[in-house]
């Protein structure tokens, strides 16, 4: 069984500010992880994906996620937040074990950029 | 660049009626997923599809769901006879591979009950 857990519905940053969103993870197989985003009425969109190669992920828009196993965490940054980075943000696992694993969600992080 | 589409955007329907909504996965790919979101709620996973044939589903996925590939394009969730409870925003995913899993999700159907 697997499970995500994000810490904080709403985080605030100051436009230009460090952006930190919180994501643990518990997962019985070696998991993949990803970070999506979802702008308003719009579809999820893969920012970044940890597939058991390095364990600091670039992804798209600057943003980027480092793999701890020793604190199940993979947790996503951006040195400089803009306001255009105004979204919501879901961590999600899946197993490695093969096969058309469907993704858990955590519940999703609500970023605001504050002026 | 090649993306999931999803119709109709917005489908309103009475307690009761059958729906069907519509996805037109990435063309080259071969994993198919549906997944619902609840309004104000995360994001879960219903199903997954392969080789024609269900992979994976949740416990939400019961007996009023089904899937089906009617042709090469296609990729349909069908719920038989709709509940209040089944208000929510669908997403249709696909996947070249199952390996690394990255899936890509279509922009998503707004199913309301009422």
């Known amino acids: 069984a697997q499970s995500v857990t994000q810490l904080g519905s709403h985080v605030s940053v100051s436009e230009g500010a ?3 969103l919180r994501c643990n993870y518990s997962s019985s197989v070696p998991p993949y992880l990803f970070w999506y ?8 969109q893969l ?4 597939t058991s190669a390095a364990t600091l992920v670039k992804g798209i828009n600057g943003f980027e996620a480092e793999f ?16 255009s980075d105004a979204a919501e943000y879901f ?4 197993g490695s074990g093969g096969g058309a694993d469907g993704l858990t969600f955590g519940k999703g992080t609500h970023l605001i950029i504050q002026p | 660049e090649p993306e999931v589409t999803q119709t109709p955007s917005h489908q309103v329907t009475q307690m009761g009626q059958e729906v069907i909504l519509r996805c037109v996965p990435i063309s080259n790919h071969l994993y198919f997923y549906w ?12 199903v997954s599809f392969y080789n024609n044939e269900i992979s ?7 007996d009023q769901f089904s899937v089906e590939r009617p042709d090469g394009s296609n990729f349909t969730l069908k719920i038989r006879s709709t509940k209040l409870e089944d208000s929510a925003m669908y997403f249709c995913a696909s996947s070249l591979l199952a390996g690394t899993n990255e899936q890509f999700f279509g922009p998503g159907t ?5």
């Open chain 2, 110 to 114: 707004r199913l309301t009950v009422l």
């Open chain 1, 18 to 20: 460090l952006v930190l």
């Open chain 1, 68 to 83: 701890k196993k020793s604190e199940t965490s993979f947790h996503l940054t951006k040195p400089s937040a803009h306001m």
């Open chain 1, 37 to 44: 985003v979802q702008y308003p009425n719009q579809g999820l």
């Open chain 2, 35 to 46: 997944y619902r979101q609840i309004l104000g709620q995360k994001v879960e996973f219903l």
């Open chain 1, 47 to 50: 920012l970044l994906k940890y």
């Open chain 1, 91 to 94: 961590c999600a696992v899946s």
């Open chain 2, 56 to 62: 994976e589903k949740s416990e939400i996925f019961d």
